[in-house]
C-alpha cells in the first residue's frame, strides 16, 4: 500500500483506531531500525503506551492556573484573546 492511499484511510479511522495504528507502525518500524544503545529516547519514545489514559498531573499547591482563551489565525499563529 502506498502512502498515498494509506493517508486516507487512517484519516477514516476513529482517534483511537488511528492512535493502534500508529502505535503498530512505530513497533514495526522499530524491529527494521536498530538504535544505538545511546538512543534510549528515541527507542522509549517508539514504545511508549499512546493509547492509555495518562496519569492526573500535579498541578502542586496552586492547583490549576488560570488560562486565557486563544485562537489559531491561519497564516499567524495562535492569537491570545481579549477578555
Known sequence: MSLT???PALQKLHPYD???AIQFLATELSKGQNFPVSDLESQSWLETDLVS???EYD???GG???VKPVEYLS???LVIKEG
Open 59 to 61: 498541578w502542586g499547591e
Open 53 to 55: 489514559d495518562l496519569p
Open 5 to 7: 492511499e494509506l493517508l
Open 64 to 66: 490549576i492556573p488560570s
Open 75 to 77: 497564516g499567524v499563529g
Open 18 to 20: 488511528k492512535l493502534k
